[in-house]
């Protein structure tokens, strides 16, 4: 660490991030969902309500200019940095060196590895155990995730990645409550049902609109979770259970028997299925948690009502 004897020695203050953004010539953009976090007590926090171990491989996506990422290699883990700007991708292990130059004391197995790519388009070869960032597959999420797509940056890594124990992601408000809600709550929508599948979320704090720049125009939360030991279903009634979901809550407002004709077919299939399912016809999809969902996805695989050879 470069500045013993404070308490931001290794990670970044409010000047160095506008320092480094002006030598960059980088300007946060709304489009990519850029907002730095400038605050070095905050980034302390997200790393310990995470649970990060030492010696853990993690995944974080938009690093940005390292403020989390230094935080998650001064607590000893390993980090594989997902980072669409290729300024930044760039420019993230020399601040690392700068700052922390001890996470390169490995030089054949850093402890830092930054994948430049759109997080939607990374695939499970860019996280496969070997790689310069630790000795195996990722077990944690902790990410600042960019506002503006941050539901299917996090669907997309909860289906690439199941070594995932757990994470904690920074989000809008709004998108943090409804991806934490449970059935019944007004919040409780698609994002909500899909997330359940991958284990039990939880709203873990609040996050100070203060700690970031620019400053953002909504307010933000912190979103942990914990993976399921086991999965629900296979990964075919994975892919049917979430067309379910996606057909109820597009008609939220409209009975299932009505909702999931799209998918299960023809008015008097639908309500049969449903029913062999153990779940009211008339039921709306806000009711229904996910274990129901798959319920009815799995009835409508075993040939439930007409067309008995459906299959997902």
């Not at 601040?95 to 990374?122: I, N, W």
């Not at 000795?135 to 960019?146: E, H, I, Q």
């Not at 449970?182 to 994002?191: D, L």
């Not at 933000?220 to 892919?239: I, M």
Request: net charge negative.
């Amino acid at each position: 660490m470069t500045e013993e004897g404070t308490d931001s020695a290794g990670l970044l203050g409010p000047a160095q991030v506008r320092e480094l953004a002006e030598r960059l010539g980088v300007s946060p953009t709304k489009k990519l969902g850029q907002n730095f976090v400038i605050d070095p007590n905050t980034v302390r926090k997200i790393v310990r309500l995470a649970g990060v171990q030492r010696g853990e491989s993690v995944v974080e996506v938009g690093p940005g200019l390292g403020s989390l990422t230094l935080g998650l290699t001064e607590a000893g883990a390993a980090v594989t940095a997902v980072e669409i700007d290729h300024r930044l991708a760039a420019e993230l292990p020399a601040t690392m060196r700068a700052m922390q130059p001890d996470v390169f004391a490995d030089e054949e197995h850093p402890r830092l590895r930054v994948v430049r790519s759109d997080a939607l388009d990374v695939t499970a070869a860019d996280f496969e155990s070997g790689s310069d960032a630790g000795s195996g597959s990722p077990t944690l999420l902790v990410a600042n995730l960019p506002y503006n797509v941050s539901v299917p940056i996090l669907m997309h890594l909860l289906e690439l990645l199941p070594t995932l124990r757990g994470g904690l992601v920074m989000v809008q408000s709004e998108v943090g409550y409804r991806i934490a809600a449970g059935p019944g709550s007004k919040e409780y929508g698609a994002p909500s049902a899909k997330a359940a599948w991958y284990g039990a979320w939880r709203i873990a704090g609040n996050v100070s609109r203060r700690i970031f720049w620019p400053v953002p125009g909504v307010d933000s939360v912190l979103v942990g979770y914990e993976r399921r030991s086991e999965t629900l279903g296979s990964e075919a009634e994975r892919k049917l259970t979430f067309e379910l979901v996606s057909a109820a809550f597009a008609q939220r407002r409209k009975m299932l028997r009505q909702a999931l004709q799209s998918v299960l077919g023809d008015f008097e299939r639908t309500v049969a299925v449903i029913e062999a399912a153990g779940e009211t016809p008339t039921a709306r999809a806000e009711q229904l948690g996910i274990d129901a969902f798959l319920a009815i996805a799995r009835a409508a695989v075993t040939g439930a009502g007409r067309n008995s050879d459906a299959s997902a």
